[in-house]
C-alpha cells in the first residue's frame, strides 16, 4: 500500500498522523494549554491535507465542478467540528470569527496566492479560467452579505427586529440553504472540461479509508483544539477574534492553503479555481446557515449579526472577488492584491 504514495506524501500522511496523536497525548496528559493548542492546529492541517489528497483520489474520474464542490465540501470538515465544539463550549465569538474567518481567507489570501501561481505558470503571464463560477460566487457571497447586513444595520439602530434575531437568522440561513441548492444542481449539470486525472490510480477504497480516518481525528483534535482555546489564548494575549479569524480560519482551511494554489501552478487553472471558489460559496450560503440552524439545539445560539467592520469587509470582499476574477482571467498583481486586503484585515482584527 504504501506503494501507492510518493516519499513526500508519506512523510506529510506521517506527519498528520504523529500531530494527531501528539495532540492527543498532550490533552490528556494535561500538558500546558499553549502546546496543545500548538500541536493540535498543526494537527488539523495535516488531517486536511490527507482530506485533500483522499478526494483527488475519489474524485480523479470526475471533472473540475464535481471534484471542485466534492473537494471544499470534505475540505470545511475541520471547520465544522471546530465551530460546533466551540458553540457547545460557549465561544459563540471563536465559532462566529472562525467562519468569518474562513471565508476572507479562502476568498482573498488562497485566491490571492492561486492567482499568483497560476499567472506565473501561464507562459503569458495570465492565468484563465471559466468565468462562470466567479461570477455565480459573488451573486451568493452577495446575498449572504445582504442578509448579514441588514441584521447588523438592526441590531445598530435597535428596531423592532433586532430583538428577534435568532428567528431572522434562522430564516435567512433557510433562505440561503435553498439558492444555494439550486444552484449547485445547476452548476453540477453544466459541462465542466475534461475529468481530473492524476494518473496515480489510488484505489477509490484507499481514499475512502483516509477520510474517515481523518474524518474521525478531525472531530477529536477539534474538540481538544478549543478545550485549550481560553487558556491559551490569555496566554499568548491575543483576542479571540483574531484566534478565529486568521489562526483557525487558516488552520481549518490548509486543505484550499495548498490544493489550490499545487493546482494553479500545474497549469490546472480550472480546477484551482473551482476548489476555492466553491469553499467560498460553501462558507458563505451552506456552512454558516447550517450550523445557525444547528446551534437551534444548543444553548449557545449563532446569528447572522456581526460588528460593522466585518459586514463592510465582508461587502469589499464579494466586489473584489467578482472585479478580479469576473472576467475569466487575472494577473499576479492582482492575487497579491488580494493578499494584501487579507493581510490589513489581519492587522486590524489584531488590534480589535
Same mark, same amino acid.
Given at each position: 500500500?504504501?506503494a501507492?504514495?510518493?516519499?513526500?506524501e508519506r512523510?506529510?500522511?506521517?506527519g498528520?498522523?504523529?500531530a494527531?496523536?501528539?495532540?492527543?497525548v498532550l490533552?490528556?496528559?494535561?500538558?500546558?494549554?499553549v502546546?496543545?493548542?500548538?500541536?493540535?492546529?498543526?494537527?488539523?492541517?495535516?488531517?486536511?491535507?490527507?482530506?485533500s489528497?483522499a478526494?483527488?483520489?475519489?474524485g480523479?474520474?470526475?471533472?473540475?465542478?464535481?471534484?471542485?464542490?466534492?473537494?471544499?465540501t470534505?475540505g470545511?470538515?475541520p471547520e465544522?467540528?471546530?465551530?460546533?465544539f466551540?458553540l457547545?463550549?460557549g465561544e459563540?465569538v471563536v465559532?462566529?470569527f472562525s467562519?468569518?474567518?474562513s471565508?476572507f481567507a479562502?476568498a482573498?489570501?488562497?485566491?490571492g496566492?492561486?492567482i499568483?501561481a497560476?499567472?506565473?505558470?501561464?507562459?503569458?503571464?495570465?492565468m484563465?479560467?471559466?468565468r462562470?463560477?466567479?461570477?455565480?460566487?459573488?451573486t451568493?457571497?452577495?446575498l449572504a452579505?445582504?442578509?448579514i447586513g441588514?441584521?447588523?444595520?438592526?441590531?445598530?439602530v435597535?428596531?423592532?427586529a433586532?430583538?428577534?434575531?435568532?428567528?431572522?437568522?434562522?430564516?435567512?440561513a433557510?433562505?440561503?440553504?435553498t439558492?444555494?441548492?439550486f444552484?449547485?444542481?445547476?452548476?453540477?449539470r453544466?459541462?465542466?472540461g475534461?475529468?481530473?486525472?492524476?494518473?496515480?490510480?489510488v484505489?477509490?477504497g484507499?481514499?475512502?479509508?483516509l477520510? *474517515? %480516518?481523518s474524518g474521525v481525528g +478531525?472531530a477529536?483534535?477539534s474538540?481538544? @483544539?478549543v478545550d &485549550?482555546l481560553?487558556?491559551? =489564548?490569555d496566554a499568548?494575549?491575543?483576542?479571540?477574534?483574531?484566534?478565529g479569524?486568521?489562526?483557525?480560519?487558516?488552520?481549518?482551511n490548509?486543505?484550499?492553503?495548498?490544493?489550490?494554489?499545487v493546482?494553479?501552478?500545474?497549469g490546472?487553472?480550472?480546477?484551482?479555481?473551482?476548489?476555492?471558489?466553491?469553499?467560498?460559496a460553501?462558507? *458563505? %450560503?451552506f456552512?454558516?446557515? +447550517?450550523l445557525?440552524l444547528i446551534?437551534? @439545539?444548543l444553548? &449557545?445560539?449563532?446569528t447572522? =449579526?456581526v460588528g460593522?467592520?466585518y459586514?463592510?469587509?465582508l461587502?469589499?470582499?464579494?466586489?473584489?472577488?467578482?472585479?478580479?476574477?469576473?472576467?475569466g482571467?487575472a494577473?499576479a498583481?492582482?492575487g497579491?492584491?488580494?493578499?494584501?486586503?487579507?493581510?490589513?484585515?489581519?492587522?486590524?482584527?489584531?488590534?480589535e
Open positions: 500500500m504504501l501507492l504514495f510518493t516519499t513526500v512523510f506529510l500522511l506521517a498528520a498522523l504523529i494527531t496523536a501528539a495532540a492527543g490533552h490528556f496528559a494535561e500538558a500546558p494549554d502546546a496543545t493548542f500548538a500541536v493540535s492546529a498543526l494537527a488539523l492541517a495535516g488531517l486536511a491535507w490527507i482530506v489528497f478526494t483527488e483520489a475519489i480523479e474520474r470526475l471533472g473540475p465542478a464535481a471534484t471542485g464542490v466534492l473537494q471544499s470534505l470545511n470538515l465544522l467540528f471546530i465551530v460546533l466551540a457547545a463550549a459563540v465559532a462566529q467562519v468569518l474567518g471565508l479562502n482573498l489570501l488562497v485566491l496566492l492561486v499568483v497560476g499567472s506565473m505558470r501561464a507562459e503569458d503571464g495570465v484563465r479560467f471559466h462562470r463560477l466567479p461570477n455565480d460566487t459573488a451568493l457571497v452577495l452579505v445582504f442578509i441588514i441584521l447588523g444595520a438592526s441590531d445598530s435597535g428596531d423592532r433586532s430583538g428577534h434575531q435568532v428567528e431572522i437568522s434562522a430564516a435567512g433557510v433562505v440561503l440553504l439558492v444555494y441548492a444552484f449547485l444542481v445547476s452548476y453540477l453544466a459541462p465542466s475534461e475529468p481530473t486525472t492524476t494518473g496515480r490510480g484505489p477509490v484507499v481514499g475512502a479509508a477520510l *474517515a %480516518v +478531525a477529536f483534535v474538540d481538544w @483544539f &485549550s481560553d487558556a491559551a =489564548v499568548l494575549g491575543i483576542s479571540k477574534a483574531f484566534t479569524l486568521v489562526i483557525v480560519a487558516i488552520a481549518g490548509a486543505v484550499e492553503n495548498v490544493v489550490g494554489i493546482l494553479a501552478a500545474k490546472q487553472s480550472d480546477l484551482a479555481i473551482s476548489v476555492v471558489k466553491n469553499s467560498v460553501q462558507i *458563505a %450560503v456552512l454558516y446557515p +447550517a445557525v446551534s437551534l @439545539f444553548d &449557545s445560539r449563532l447572522f =449579526v460593522p467592520v459586514i463592510a469587509a461587502l469589499l470582499t464579494a466586489i473584489a472577488m467578482w472585479q478580479i476574477t469576473g472576467d482571467e494577473v498583481f492582482e497579491w492584491a488580494l493578499v494584501g486586503l487579507y493581510a490589513v484585515l489581519a492587522v486590524l482584527t489584531f488590534y
